[in-house]
């Protein structure tokens, strides 16, 4: 690693030079089937739009070019579950099949370019297969998260208003089979927009209930399109199309739905895949996350496809299926090149396992780089990972919003040298700036708000489902000619971005994004409380960890430990288990400054057990002695 012999400050200043350029060669990677007429228009969409007047289709670049070209019996998907005590492999050629077939299973229930599809899936093959058909015709897919509960599908149900949803009879998490349909049903009742009809794929592990009329069996359908030889081919799309929308939590209770679009998306996807992660058309990439995150749109399905690598879809843990060793299992099994994840389940690893002893057992010998993103990489398992793989473990940055990596250390174009704590360096298209609440540029090692220049560049979102004004308030306004990321951290002297935290209500929780605005909505529903207060507060394992604190109405006598677990339940219910609310605390009264603002940062301070100073705006310093008590009775803070 050595910053001399990299291409990385000639590649950037290509960029800088001229985007344009810079991205028009890099389009060349994609089949298009009529060219830009403009690499950039700034006249269209909000900030401009990439690639206007190109006629292209996504599920064409993912599969039928590889095919086309020699590809089709190399493998495109391999299913590893140890949940199911599954593998099984999908060369190109049959993955084209299958989306082929799903697609006209789409097209028979009606379902056209821009229609929008929900996806309520597990990690299963069907879900990729979904995802893809719907790219295929044009449809807009949606994937919501399994760990999400009925009323969080519900919201999305309603914005999305999707013409059909496929989901499945169950996922599997450790020691539970999660009933979906039952979810599925709550939520389509909970919804004004009803879909048409619902596809569902029996699992072994459950039989769900169906609703006649509505509902229609998955395998059923997939066996009468192949006996009727039906098979879709792909719609000609314009670049700037909606491919799909991925809601993510926003600073309410209301997901924001980031929009992304077909041409960009394909760019700069396919330009990550070599100059990022340093990988080769026929590897074997994976990305240990979940097809409900970004990162599973991203580096599940789209651009090892596009690069036409080997995926790897694990329906798994990093623990306890079977053991700490599950990821060095997989690397070994299918040869992977690259692994990518979330520092959260190498804490998990780490905690199991501190000596790795369990690597040993595995051949890693085809294994070079380790990337990790989804939340702050901590230093220590940074340095302990590296020790123990002795290959590069490189932290990356980035946002749903982006769809791919804002700064991180570009292995393929030579990796520079690895700061501890930092995300490493701006990829091109991204100028990123540090500055204050004047919008002025901080000096090197100033902490402030990280802000990327406009216009983002190509797979970034153009704006939010059908919002545009809301894009504009909550990521255009604040910082005049800049997309605002609500993250804070600063720049060094080198140029190494450090990312520090977010500058609203976000936290991330085991490398997932949640909004305490959002739960604090839930708690505020529960009829006994009066007033609350969520935050994230420090967590071994899952770096940070939501903490209510409620104050109930005058006049309830309940039994205080009988209240917290119903706002625990509550919680779980209204969001779902991703959540990981598991502390509610009950205090009599919330500790404020004298304009009535509740000082969530301090009392997050006495949380986590670092040092905090008495606020001189505080309307009664008492109270922060009774949140100090009142954490300590749970166990938390120092
Ligand atoms: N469907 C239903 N429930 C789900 C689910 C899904 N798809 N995914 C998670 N859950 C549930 C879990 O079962 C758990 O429920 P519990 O409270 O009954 O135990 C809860 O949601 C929290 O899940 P999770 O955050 O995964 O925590 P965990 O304790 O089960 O596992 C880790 C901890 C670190 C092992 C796990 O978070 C992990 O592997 N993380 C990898 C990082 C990752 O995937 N990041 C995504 C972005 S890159
Ligand atoms: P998501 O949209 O779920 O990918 O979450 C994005 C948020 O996760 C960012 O805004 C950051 O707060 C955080 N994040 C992601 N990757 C990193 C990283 N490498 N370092 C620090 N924070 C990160």
């Not at 690893?349 to 890693?364: H, N, R, S, T, V």
């Not at 990280?450 to 059908?466: D, E, S």
């Not at 140029?495 to 949640?514: P, Q, W």
């Not at 779980?572 to 919330?590: D, H, N, Q, S």
Request: hydrophobic share 40%; proline share 6%; aromatic share 10%.
């Amino acid at each position: 690693m050595d910053a001399r012999t990299s291409r990385y400050h000639d590649i950037y200043a290509h960029w800088q030079r001229d985007p344009q350029d810079f991205w028009g060669e890099a389009a060349r990677e994609i089949d298009w089937f009529e060219p830009a007429k403009k690499v950039f228009d700034p006249d269209a969409g909000i900030y401009g739009r990439w690639f206007t007047g190109a006629v292209c289709n996504t599920c064409y670049n993912a599969l039928d070019r590889h095919v086309a070209s020699g590809r089709g019996a190399q493998a495109a998907l391999i299913y590893d579950s140890p949940m199911a005590g599954t593998k099984q492999g999908y060369s190109y050629e049959e993955v084209l099949f299958e989306v082929k077939t799903l697609a006209a299973m789409l097209k028979d229930f009606g379902v056209e370019k821009g229609d929008r599809v929900i996806l309520y899936m597990p990690m299963v093959p069907e879900a990729v297969f979904g995802m893809l058909a719907c790219a295929r015709i044009g449809a807009v897919h949606s994937v919501v998260f399994g760990g999400f509960a009925a009323k969080e599908l519900a919201t999305r149900i309603d914005d999305a208003k999707p013409k059909l949803i496929l989901s499945a009879s169950c996922g599997l998490e450790p020691g539970r089979v999660v009933q979906y349909k039952p979810l599925l049903d709550e939520a389509i009742n909970l919804a004004k927009a009803k879909p048409q009809a619902c596809v569902i794929l029996q699992r072994p592990q459950a039989q769900a209930g169906m609703i006649s009329g509505r509902d229609h069996d998955w395998r059923d359908l997939r066996d009468a399109a192949i006996a009727a030889k039906k098979s879709a081919d792909c719609v000609p799309l314009l670049a700037t199309d909606p491919l799909y929308i991925l809601y993510t939590s926003g600073t309410t209770g209301i997901p924001k739905g980031v929009v992304r679009d077909n041409g960009g998306h394909m760019v700069a996807l396919k330009w990550s895949m070599k100059n990022l992660y340093g990988v080769e058309p026929g590897e074997v990439y994976w990305a240990a996350s979940d097809v409900g995150w970004v990162v599973g749109h991203s580096y599940i399905v789209y651009a090892p496809l596009f690069h036409g690598c080997t995926t790897i879809l694990y329906e798994g843990k990093p623990v306890g299926t079977p053991d700490a060793g599950a990821f060095w299992r997989v690397i070994a099994e299918h040869g992977c090149s690259t692994m990518f994840t979330a520092p959260t389940a190498f804490r998990a690893i780490k905690k199991e396992d501190p000596q790795g002893k369990l690597l040993a057992q595995y051949d890693l010998s085809k294994f070079r780089a380790l990337f990790l993103a989804g939340e702050r990489a901590d230093p220590d398992t940074l340095q302990w990972a590296e020790n123990l793989l002795r290959r590069p473990v490189l932290d990356h940055w980035w946002q749903t919003e982006t769809g791919w990596c804002i700064a991180g250390n570009p292995l393929g174009l030579g990796a520079l040298p690895v700061k501890h704590g930092s995300a490493t360096v701006p990829m091109p298209g991204y100028h990123i700036d540090i500055v204050d609440e004047a919008c002025k540029p901080v000096a090197a090692g100033t902490i402030g708000s990280i802000v990327v220049k406009l216009p983002l560049p190509p797979g970034c979102f153009p704006t939010l489902w059908q919002q545009d004004e809301r894009f504009k308030e909550s990521y255009l306004n604040e910082f005049p000619g800049y997309y605002k990321t609500a993250d804070a951290g600063y720049k060094d002297a080198d140029g190494y971005v450090f990312v520090m935290g977010r500058t609203d209500d976000i936290i991330n929780v085991a490398g997932h994004r949640l909004s305490t605005g959002g739960m604090e909505e839930v708690l505020a529903s529960h009829p006994d409380v009066a007033e609350c207060a969520v935050m994230g507060i420090r967590d071994e394992l899952k770096g940070e960890v939501p903490c209510g604190f409620i104050v109930l109405k005058a006049g309830v006598n309940r039994e205080p430990a009988e209240i917290e677990k119903e706002i625990v339940a509550l919680v779980r219910e209204k969001i779902g288990p991703v959540a990981a609310f598991k502390l509610a605390i009950m205090v009599k009264r919330l500790p404020k400054t004298r304009s009535g603002k509740i000082l969530r940062g301090t009392m997050k301070k006495i949380a986590d057990g670092d040092e905090w100073k008495m606020p001189a705006t505080i309307d009664d310093p008492a109270i922060l002695e009774e949140i100090g008590a009142a954490l300590k009775g749970k166990g938390v803070g120092a």
